[in-house]
């Protein structure tokens, strides 16, 4: 399974955050951690509490999971 954070990039464009890092210091997460969201890799549950903390909003409305398969299928067109 991959992580798709684009949910996250959306609420951040609705709440008029012009750059993605706006969100450290609102959030308290780290260079590090941005830059594992912008590349769609996995982060600690604790800095996905600290962005929904932030947001006033929940995981699932920051983040979703994509099926393996369906991804790989994606990327290569064929499974």
């Not at 464009?13 to 590349?39: C, F, H, Q, V």
């Not at 800095?47 to 290569?76: H, N, P, Q, R, W």
């Amino acid at each position: 399974m991959d992580v798709d954070y684009s949910k996250l990039w959306e609420k951040v464009k609705e709440r008029g955050i012009k750059n993605k890092t706006d969100l450290i210091p609102m959030t308290g997460i780290s260079t590090n951690i941005l830059a594992k969201l912008s590349k769609g890799e996995f982060i600690s549950m604790d800095s996905l509490k600290k962005i929904c903390t932030a947001l006033d909003c929940d995981l699932g409305d920051i983040s979703s999971f994509k099926d393996y398969e369906t991804s790989v299928k994606d990327k290569s067109g064929v499974l």
